[in-house]
């Protein structure tokens, strides 16, 4: 009898521990890793966010996100992407070409996606779009391919353009070949470029008084972490040196930069959060094709041209996506 009850007890026991041990399967908390060259979390980090919960996830219940970011400071990245392997991640998501390089060279088996990274084939992260064959997969920002737009955009903005002054972060491998196909592309509209080379803060006033002095006639930035970090510092230079600026993200032009075309960023970081729930329910990065950006848009902010003496052509303005007035 008493071995019977045993028996009874111990079923009952096991029974039980099943029915404990399938909900907590079922609310496993996976952790991604978010590495970034930036100093501060902003609208496009919501907008991946966004997207994770519109897939279910949400933050303290099935998913946590341990954010490193290295404000600025790029010899930092490498040791952050360093500690997030270390913690056993089960994804990287990184925004840029060079975060995702850091992560690269810390893992070659965690899963990476990138949020918007420049050139992923011909800076070796991934092998081809269509099938990366690597650990590194994610989404595109055809950073090369738009800066041709960009320069016939300014050109149109300003007809008699002759030199453009070139802003970019020198410490960035991926943005010196940035500058080479901008120079080509250049030369094919018969424009001049000038090299603002930066590398830290306390670069960019020397860079816009060179800029002025050898008689640049507009700004065209090569975007990444450090000119995004300083963008309100970049857009009032460009206004108190009377520099027409083009950028890429549109985020410029609202706070007061001249124009911006390029895709809509926050919907390739939305996208991107797609791609950690197909690896997070199995899919291999080396397997997800690598994504292109489908929208586009162009923006012109009307005060900032008044404010720097320059009338903006009826047949470029009626061809912009939004007209800040």
Do not use: C
């Not at 998501?93 to 850091?102: C, G, H, I, W, Y």
């Not at 737009?149 to 991926?174: F, G, H, I, Q, T």
């Amino acid at each position: 009898m008493r071995k019977s009850l045993s028996l009874l007890i111990i079923i009952v026991a096991l029974a039980s521990g099943a029915a404990i041990a399938e909900p907590q399967q079922r609310t496993k908390v996976h952790r991604i890793g978010y590495l970034a060259s930036a100093s501060g979390l902003g609208p496009l980090e919501e907008a991946f966010r966004q997207g994770l919960r519109e897939l279910g996830y949400v933050e303290g219940k099935n998913i946590a996100i341990e954010y490193r970011l290295a404000e600025g400071k790029l010899d930092r990245l490498f040791d952050l992407a360093a500690e997030l392997v270390r913690l056993k991640v089960d994804i990287i998501v990184t925004p840029s070409t060079l975060d995702a390089f850091a992560a690269r060279r810390a893992t070659t088996t965690i899963p990476i996606v990138m949020a918007a990274s420049g050139d992923a084939v011909g800076t070796g992260l991934v092998a081809s779009l269509a099938r990366p064959g690597r650990n590194v997969t994610g989404l595109t920002v055809l950073a090369r391919e738009l800066s041709g737009k960009r320069l016939e955009l300014l050109k149109e903005a300003v007809p008699r353009l002759s030199r453009v002054a070139v802003l970019w972060n020198a410490a960035n491998p991926d943005k010196a070949r940035d500058l080479e196909e901008t120079e080509v592309q250049a030369r094919a509209l018969g424009l001049r470029l000038q090299s603002l080379e930066v590398r830290a803060p306390n670069d960019f006033e020397s860079a816009f008084r060179a800029a002025t002095s050898k008689g640049a006639g507009a700004l065209f930035t090569l975007t990444d972490a450090l000119i995004i970090a300083h963008q309100s510092r970049i857009v009032d230079l460009a206004a108190k040196g009377r520099l027409p600026a083009i950028f890429s993200e549109r985020e410029f032009t609202e706070i007061g930069g001249l124009m911006s075309y390029g895709p809509n960023d926050a919907d390739l970081y939305r996208r991107a959060a797609t791609y950690v729930d197909k690896i997070l329910k199995g899919a291999k990065p080396a397997d997800l094709p690598v994504e292109q950006p489908t929208k586009f848009a162009l923006v012109i902010n009307l005060k900032t041209a008044k404010k720097i003496g320059l009338t903006i052509p009826p047949e470029l303005l009626v061809r912009a996506d939004k007209v800040i007035k």
